[in-house]
């Protein structure tokens, strides 16, 4: 006979990979784990290994620290994927927030917000997410849908230059230099603010020509073109 005090253990891997993606049901589940080798016949090892690494990937519960920030880079998804926010660290090991909204009537996004944090209550799937800033003032900013997590880097400048618009995929870096915020995914966005507004130049890109501290950021645009965005300060892996 199997051991059955295994039981216990399968269920609880089963049971947080599941409330990390609770919209999944559970034979989507099941089949996103056949698709991964992972089916009929699998000893329940593989099963608990596989299961583990979903919830590694999509947890239930935001990873927290005693000191009450996020360990690790962290995206959540809340509100229907309206609102993005990144949970990340900036150069000198600050704990940074990146809120991004999409109105999903426009094609461009909203302007990407960066903001140091100081502590943020218990947050996972179905859970509303409150972070508060500096100054003590907690910040609702929906409800989450997803936890995912980033991966972390300690260099994204130098990692980014050179980078083509082909080879970064789904990533999305926020680049904060001296003309304002870009947001660079597969079109780059340019957001400048005025005295009363806010201006977005959405652009088409090929390559990350320069993307270095404290020297100008340089696109490359169709046609042989570059645009330098303003001097580099910070860049961050928002996704």
Known sequence: MLDPT????????????WEGQPDLSLSTLFGILAGQGVGWGASDEAL?????????????????GADGLAKGAWLATCNGGRVMVTLTRDSSGAACV???RRDKSSTSPGQPVVWKYA??????PGRPLVIKDMDGIEHRLGVVDLLTAVRTTTAPAAELEGRTRRRIGDSCYVIRTTEGLLLLER??????????TVDCDAMEWSRVEQCRPGQ??????????QRDCGAVEEVFLAQ
């Open 6 to 17: 295994r039981i216990e253990p399968t269920l609880d891997a089963l049971r947080r990979a």
């Open 48 to 64: 608990i290994q596989a299961l583990d690494s979903m919830s590694a990937q999509h947890p239930p519960l935001l990873p927290l």
């Open 98 to 100: 990146i809120v991004r």
């Open 119 to 124: 502590g943020l209550r218990p947050a996972g």
């Open 187 to 196: 079109r780059a966005y340019n957001f400048t603010t005025g005295r009363r």
């Open 216 to 225: 100008p950021l340089i696109l490359a645009l169709p046609g042989g073109r």
